[in-house]
């Protein structure tokens, strides 16, 4: 029997723990646990992610089946469960789960959330009243098996995996959108740059086909990290030892849990060495900071080679997005780069929190899984955003100002480093002051000092010639002669 009250026109309902007795809404599915953890962790003001919800409700079914089939649970018991889970997988009593992502006691408070709404709704479906933990209890049912060592860490890893899997869709499609890019620029040739000074001379395709080169292989790195993320301690319990937790149980949970996820899950060889450590999480939290920074370092490009509009470099055009000035009319600002460049910003620091997490555990558990989930959920799903807003929003719309790029060309020094092979060192860097100090381009400069014929000089400046690895300039001199 639930025992309830009115009061200021609401009914209530008292529930108890090892602390004491609470008064709970009578019309909530979350309990006594859940409400005490809501109360002393205040912290971001923010829900728990919707795809760890998820992953806990799989979780559960999984353990609740289980449970069934190794003759630890009642068949009713186990199907209100499973049905229970199933309401919450497809986005049912998501507002049920009412805990801060970042709370004290290594996950318990979150566990316990999924246990309570679980057992609650389980009671419903049973015909009877919420509260009334006699019928389906939120730890000797729910929790069967389980403890919140192997619980929590296993949703982080289920939800990692799903949240990357967004993740690298995104990045699929931006890798798409550089090699589509990288052919459309492949004749127009351009200054290249190192350390801010004209270099030699690049077409702008090959700056596009190397965007698309980084891009694949952090797609790689997350393909490898996303390995780690496979391996389960599920089963372990507390401390890895399994105890609680029926022989057949232990055999049987990741692989029922493996076919209600859809994903190729397998248990830790050593569960114990799977409870202690985070390094798994690092890992992954590396591969996203990787490419965070790939990121960064394109748009800080973008930002460059479109700067001006006339006093810049000027070689690229982003598309304009939105007005850029509250004072500067017409003034359109690089929005799109520069939303990703902070979104990197922010998943660098928040590898550093995962790291420092992960370092931070303790003989054999740490503690420290919510901030590191908290931190990577975060950093997967931005990452994505950004992506997706990088490719709609700005690199799909990039044209290139093909003329303005071979004026840079023509009227820098740089191109003196093609001549170097024909005329030498010394003659090509005394071409190169002379230029400087007069403003008369490199070709003008050669022509008029006879140094090359126009011929030559139009063999040797061709873009292929200056822009791709063959013969060399004193190989190709020899052989006309």
């Not at 114990?272 to 990787?290: C, E, H, R, W, Y």
């Not at 055009?317 to 929005?335: D, E, F, T």
């Not at 790291?355 to 997967?380: D, H, K, R, V, W």
């Not at 807003?389 to 799909?396: H, K, L, R, W």
Request: proline share 3%; glycine share 8%; aromatic share 4%.
């Amino acid at each position: 029997m639930v025992e309830k009250k009115i009061e200021n026109g609401m009914e209530w309902r008292t529930e108890k723990d090892s602390i004491g007795t609470k008064e709970i809404p009578e019309d909530v599915y979350y309990g006594v646990q859940s409400l005490r953890a809501a109360e002393n962790f205040r912290i971001t003001g923010l829900s728990m992610h919707p795809e760890i919800i998820n992953s806990l409700a799989q979780i559960k079914k999984a353990a609740a089946i289980t449970n069934c089939e190794v003759g630890l649970l009642e068949k009713k018991i186990a199907d209100a469960i499973v049905k229970a889970c199933d309401e919450i997988i497809e986005g049912k009593l998501h507002d049920e789960f009412i805990v801060d992502p970042i709370q004290g006691g290594a996950g318990t408070s979150i566990n316990m959330n999924a246990n309570e709404v679980i057992a609650n709704r389980a009671i419903e479906l049973l015909g009877g009243e919420k509260g009334d933990y006699s019928i389906v209890h939120p730890n000797d049912h729910v929790n069967c098996g389980q403890s919140t060592n192997d619980v929590i860490p296993t949703a982080g890893k289920i939800t990692s995996l799903k949240l990357l899997k967004n993740a690298k869709k995104e990045l699929e499609r931006l890798y798409k959108a550089f090699c589509e890019k990288a052919e459309e620029f492949d004749g127009i040739i351009k200054m290249g740059r190192t350390q801010m000074q004209d270099a030699v001379p690049i077409r702008l395709g090959q700056e596009f086909k190397a965007y698309s080169a980084a891009i694949r292989r952090d797609i790689n790195r997350m393909e490898i990290a996303q390995e780690e993320m496979k391996t389960l301690n599920m089963g372990g319990t507390a401390i890895g030892t399994g105890i609680n937790a029926d022989e057949k149980y232990l055999r049987r949970i990741v692989p029922n849990l493996a076919e209600i996820t859809g994903m190729d899950l397998v248990q830790a060889y050593d569960l114990i060495d799977a409870t202690q450590n985070l390094d798994p999480f690092v890992s992954v939290s590396g591969a996203v900071k990787a490419c965070a920074v790939t990121l960064s370092k394109i748009a800080n490009d973008f930002r460059l080679m479109s700067s001006g509009p006339r006093c810049g470099f000027g070689e690229i055009n982003l598309p304009a997005k939105q007005n850029g000035s509250s004072i500067m009319p017409g003034k359109v600002n690089p929005v799109i780069p520069e939303v990703v460049n902070q979104v990197a910003f922010n998943i660098i620091g928040n590898d550093m929190t995962i790291t420092m997490a992960a370092e931070a555990g303790q003989l054999e558990l740490n503690a420290f899984e919510p901030i590191t989930f908290y931190c990577l959920f975060q950093s997967i799903d931005t990452l994505a955003y950004a992506v997706e807003t990088f490719v709609d929003n700005c690199v799909s719309g990039i044209t290139a100002n093909k003329e303005r790029c071979k004026q840079l060309v023509e009227n820098s020094v740089g191109i003196v480093t093609a001549l170097s092979p024909h005329i030498g060192y010394a003659k090509a860097a005394s071409l190169a002051k002379e230029a400087l100090k007069t403003g008369i381009s490199i070709r003008e400069l050669t022509l008029k000092d006879g140094i090359l014929s126009e011929a030559e000089l139009n063999d040797i400046l061709d873009v292929k010639n200056m822009t791709e690895p063959g013969i060399s300039g004193r190989e190709l001199l020899l052989k006309k002669k």
